[in-house]
Protein backbone atom coordinates (compact mmCIF):
# COMPACT_ATOMS: atom_id res chain seq x y z
CA UNK A 1 0.00 0.00 0.00
CA UNK A 2 1.34 3.39 -0.80
CA UNK A 3 1.52 6.44 1.63
CA UNK A 4 -1.07 8.21 1.99
CA UNK A 5 -3.50 5.51 0.74
CA UNK A 6 -6.43 4.11 3.55
CA UNK A 7 -9.21 1.82 3.31
CA UNK A 8 -12.65 3.45 4.32
CA UNK A 9 -14.90 1.89 6.64
CA UNK A 10 -11.55 -0.48 8.25
CA UNK A 11 -9.02 0.28 10.59
CA UNK A 12 -6.55 -2.20 8.62
CA UNK A 13 -7.07 -5.35 6.80
CA UNK A 14 -8.29 -7.79 8.16
CA UNK A 15 -9.60 -5.90 11.54
CA UNK A 16 -13.52 -5.57 12.13
CA UNK A 17 -15.33 -2.60 10.97
CA UNK A 18 -14.66 0.88 12.83
CA UNK A 19 -18.45 1.88 12.02
CA UNK A 20 -20.60 1.14 15.20
CA UNK A 21 -23.96 1.23 13.32
CA UNK A 22 -22.28 -0.58 10.43
CA UNK A 23 -23.44 -4.03 11.25
CA UNK A 24 -26.95 -2.95 12.33
CA UNK A 25 -27.75 -1.57 8.51
CA UNK A 26 -27.87 1.97 9.14
CA UNK A 27 -26.72 4.50 7.02
CA UNK A 28 -24.48 7.28 8.54
CA UNK A 29 -26.05 10.77 7.78
CA UNK A 30 -23.13 12.71 7.84
CA UNK A 31 -20.46 11.15 5.54
CA UNK A 32 -16.47 11.53 6.99
CA UNK A 33 -15.38 13.46 3.86
CA UNK A 34 -16.27 17.19 3.47
CA UNK A 35 -15.82 18.86 0.05
CA UNK A 36 -15.42 22.44 -0.63
CA UNK A 37 -19.49 22.63 -0.96
CA UNK A 38 -20.28 21.39 2.17
CA UNK A 39 -18.09 24.35 3.86
CA UNK A 40 -20.70 27.08 2.34
CA UNK A 41 -23.02 27.70 5.17
CA UNK A 42 -26.06 27.90 3.22
CA UNK A 43 -25.42 24.67 1.79
CA UNK A 44 -25.28 23.14 5.12
CA UNK A 45 -28.23 24.83 6.01
CA UNK A 46 -30.10 23.90 3.10
CA UNK A 47 -29.19 20.25 3.76
CA UNK A 48 -30.08 20.44 7.63
CA UNK A 49 -33.78 21.68 6.24
CA UNK A 50 -34.28 19.23 3.56
CA UNK A 51 -32.87 16.21 6.21
CA UNK A 52 -35.62 17.67 8.55
CA UNK A 53 -38.26 17.74 5.90
CA UNK A 54 -37.53 13.81 5.02
CA UNK A 55 -37.25 12.58 8.76
CA UNK A 56 -40.45 13.99 9.07
CA UNK A 57 -42.69 13.11 5.87
CA UNK A 58 -40.96 9.26 5.40
CA UNK A 59 -39.94 8.61 9.25
CA UNK A 60 -41.72 9.53 11.39
CA UNK A 61 -45.17 7.11 12.34
CA UNK A 62 -48.15 10.05 13.33
CA UNK A 63 -50.87 9.13 15.22
CA UNK A 64 -54.07 8.23 13.80
CA UNK A 65 -57.20 10.72 14.17
CA UNK A 66 -58.52 8.16 16.31
CA UNK A 67 -55.65 7.52 18.37
CA UNK A 68 -55.31 11.60 18.49
CA UNK A 69 -58.46 11.80 19.55
CA UNK A 70 -58.48 9.51 22.39
CA UNK A 71 -54.88 10.92 23.93
CA UNK A 72 -56.41 14.63 23.65
CA UNK A 73 -59.92 13.81 25.58
CA UNK A 74 -57.56 11.61 28.54
CA UNK A 75 -55.52 14.89 28.82
CA UNK A 76 -58.27 17.24 29.34
CA UNK A 77 -60.23 14.68 31.69
CA UNK A 78 -56.88 14.25 34.05
CA UNK A 79 -56.49 17.84 33.41
CA UNK A 80 -60.17 18.61 35.00
CA UNK A 81 -59.70 16.04 37.44
CA UNK A 82 -56.36 17.67 38.78
CA UNK A 83 -58.41 20.83 38.96
CA UNK A 84 -61.34 19.81 40.42
CA UNK A 85 -58.62 18.12 43.74
CA UNK A 86 -56.73 21.44 43.83
CA UNK A 87 -60.18 23.66 44.08
CA UNK A 88 -61.62 21.07 46.30
CA UNK A 89 -58.33 21.51 48.18
CA UNK A 90 -58.24 25.00 48.14
CA UNK A 91 -61.69 25.53 49.46
CA UNK A 92 -61.41 23.19 52.56
CA UNK A 93 -58.29 24.71 53.69
CA UNK A 94 -59.66 28.39 53.36
CA UNK A 95 -62.38 26.97 55.45
CA UNK A 96 -60.17 25.44 58.16
CA UNK A 97 -58.23 28.91 57.94
CA UNK A 98 -61.29 30.59 58.63
CA UNK A 99 -62.28 28.70 61.34
CA UNK A 100 -58.81 29.18 63.31
CA UNK A 101 -58.38 32.80 62.28
CA UNK A 102 -61.69 34.26 62.18
CA UNK A 103 -62.48 37.85 61.26
Not at 34 to 61: G, R, S, W
Not at 71 to 79: E, G, Y
Amino acid sequence: MRAGAFIHGNSSVGRASVSKTEGRGFESSFPCQKTKEDMNIFTKFFKYCQTCYDELAHKVTWPTRKELTGSAVLVLTASLIIALVVFAMDFTFEKLMGLVYPG
